[in-house]
């Protein structure tokens, strides 16, 4: 019995010549460990393409027609996803038609020619799902803006073509699922059947259990129409299969760029999400005094990047997580973490050939490409329980990965509330221990952070300022826990050198001030909610300078304490005293007994806020989503209302309009 984890690279190739071979490897199962036939000579594909091209996922060749023709796939599964749950949802949704016997492609809609949508009813039997999120204002995802654009513009005739669609949003937003409910109706418009009624998941709520209840409507309808029975087998199966390479040039070896390799050593511009600038850290000093909590100002260096960004854009952040971390789940897995490998999409046509850039390491993996802090999802605990060998640490993992009541009171206690990420899982649990590639199968992407940039471009323009607050918090049996990318840019060193840099890009945002510099603005931004508004003020100041007339800006800017984490308070007042801020609100909520709130003060000032927005001033609001975001939302209502004398259902749609004519402006993060 030969096992490919266990094949050196040179044995590969080596063996690879002999076209007739085929070689065992391991698959993990719930029940009995199952070998499975693997085709070397097709698995060889993999290391020449790397050769020839160092993108992390070699585009296929074949068109998406050819492609599910040549392989018999009659299902085919398209994601819009930003963060990775729509995407996860599709792998697994493709994972479960192998399941019962079917054959499903999943797709990434940016890949594809989109031409190929409408020749779908080509494939006899072919149905085609959509697993789309909302984002912005009823916005698509990025991959998934052309085929939106696509469905939105053509007037094609999709007859035949049976469909399926499950939408990812949050209830808190107001376009729920916008782009969800668009493709389903829009399809239907363009003579698509709907086969599966749309689903719904809303990640304020559970969106896991949302897609399960969409998936347990799914089979019975796609059973029947494939004339299969609707009975699941009892296996579980991979998505990748490991291999361990030894021998493999150092350049050729992924080292954390987060797309085409050496990347990050050989920078071309231009500079996105795919392709990040590594920018050198000039300033970083702390902007809290006496108190442990931290806040960084930072100062990231884009000379020579050819980045443009505007006061309100973003800057997005690629981490690295915790050195320790990464060493502590190589103890408990034994991994050597130092080992070079690649993890290999079984389904030679899907379009992503690896989870994250391969070949690498199992440190880089960790370090660079997976969420090893989030809290354990329970598809992850569900997947990974078959590995504890202790039969009641087993039925403990299944009974909370379960979707019953009981399960689900156990995950909140046991994973939410002493909050068990996967170091201490599989600390809690001595008996699991799983392969370290299923593990990374299952781990979630190591996500870009975003930070609202506190700087003008007028001022700054090779500069782009960050105000982030580093975040660590105690869990209840005392554990510290610390925020990955905060905490890594704290002890990241300033300096020039290549190995402190920073990997960014700008995303753009809706965040603008006014066209007309005579437009008066209310900023609202408690905390480092502050921090956009400090890049607005800097340009009104630049724009001042130039002689030109700027309306009245006026800030409302909360914290804790006067003495401690009152954020640019010199800057703030000079601002005041040269004019360039007319009003400084600023509200301590720990400096008294009772707490004042920027919505306090707000509230006090609802005669002059009226007047604002009477004579067409912009509101801005930045920071808190949960609660901050909410109470000033409200009290607006209740200012148009009173103030306005307009009656609350009048006001309520007034404040809509706001939103609607970009004159009330969120930037909000929870
Ligand atoms: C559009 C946008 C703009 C943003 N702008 C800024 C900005 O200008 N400045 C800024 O500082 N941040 C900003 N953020 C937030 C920022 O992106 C990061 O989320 C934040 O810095 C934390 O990142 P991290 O990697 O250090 O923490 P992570 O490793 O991501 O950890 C954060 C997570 O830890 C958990 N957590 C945090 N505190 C506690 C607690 N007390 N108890 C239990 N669990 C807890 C929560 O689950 C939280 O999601 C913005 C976010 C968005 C989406
Ligand atoms: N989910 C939440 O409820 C929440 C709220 C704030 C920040 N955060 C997160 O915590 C981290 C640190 O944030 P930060 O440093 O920017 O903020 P911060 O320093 O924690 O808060 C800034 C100020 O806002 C006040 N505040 C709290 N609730 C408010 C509300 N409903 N309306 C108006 N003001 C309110 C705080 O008062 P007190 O603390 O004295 O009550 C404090 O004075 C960030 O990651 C942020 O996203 C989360
Ligand atoms: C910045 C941001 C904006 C969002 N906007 C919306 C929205 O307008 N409507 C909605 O229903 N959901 C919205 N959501 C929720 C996401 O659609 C939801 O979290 C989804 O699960 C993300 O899927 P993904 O991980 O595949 O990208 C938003 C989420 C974020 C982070
Ligand atoms: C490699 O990728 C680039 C884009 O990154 C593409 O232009 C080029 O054609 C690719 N080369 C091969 C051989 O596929
Ligand atoms: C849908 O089918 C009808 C009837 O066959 C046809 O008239 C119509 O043009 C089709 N719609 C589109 C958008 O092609
Ligand atoms: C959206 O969903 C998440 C759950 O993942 C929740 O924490 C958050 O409060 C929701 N709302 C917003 C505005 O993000
Ligand atoms: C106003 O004060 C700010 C903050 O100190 C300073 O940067 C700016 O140059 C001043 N502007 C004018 C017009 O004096």
Known sequence: MLNLNMIGYTDFLMIGGITAIALYFWTSSKSKQQPTMVDLKKLKVLPSNIEENGSANAVSEKGLIEKMKASGKTIVIFFGSQTGTGEE?????????RLYGLKALVVDPEEIDLEELARLNEIPNAIAVFIVATYGEGDPTDNAQEMFDYLQQGEWDLKGLKYGVF????????????????FDKRLEELNGSRLIDLGLGDDDA????????????????????????????DISMRQYKLMSLDDVATEKIFKGEVYR???????????????????????????????????????????????????????????????????????????????????INIDEDASKKHPFPCPTTFRTALTYYLDITSLPTTQLIKELAQYATDESER????????????????????????????VSLLEKMCSLKPPIDHVMELLPRLQARYYSISSSPKVHPNRIHVTCT?????????????????????????????????PIFVRKSQFRLPFKFQTSILMIGPGTGLAPFRGFLQERDYYKKEGRMVGKSILYYGCRRKAEDYLYQEELEQYETNGTLTKLNVAFSRDQSEKVYVTHLLKNDAGMVWSILKEGGHVYVCGDAKNM?????????DICDKEGGMGRTQAVQYVKDLGQKSRYVLDVWS
């Open 395 to 422: 039925k403990n993992l299944q009974l909370m990965a379960s979707a019953s009541e009981e399960g689900k009171a156990f995950y909140n206690t046991f994973i939410r509330d002493e909050h068990t990420d996967l």
């Open 167 to 182: 939408g990812l949003g949050n209830k808190t937003y107001e376009h729920y699922n916008e782009i969800g409910k668009y």
């Open 261 to 343: 390799l050496n990347s990050y050593v050989k920078q071309k511009p231009p500079y996105d999400s795919k392709n990040p600038f590594m920018a050198p850290i000039s300033v970083k000093y702390n902007l809290f005094k006496g108190t442990d909590r931290k806040c960084l100002h930072i100062e990231l260096d884009i000379t020579d990047s050819r980045l443009r960004y505007e006061a309100g854009d973003h800057v997005a952040i690629y981490p690295a997580n915790d050195p320790q971390t990464v060493n502590r789940i190589g103890q408990l897995l034994d991994v050597d973490l130092d080992q070079t490998f690649s993890l």
């Open 629 to 637: 975001a909410r109470d000033v939302h409200d009290i607006l209502v």
């Open 206 to 233: 559970n969106i896991e259990e949302d897609f399960v209840t969409w998936m347990d409507k799914f089979w019975p309808v796609v059973c029947d129409f494939y004339g299969i029975s609707a009975s699941e087998q």
């Open 89 to 97: 949802f599709a792998q697994r949704l493709a994972k479960n038609c």
């Open 470 to 502: 580093v975040v660590e918090y105690e869990t209840k049996d005392g554990r510290v826990c610390k925020g990955v990318t905060t905490n890594w840019l704290l002890n990241k060193p300033v300096g020039d050198d290549l190995k402190p840099r920073v």
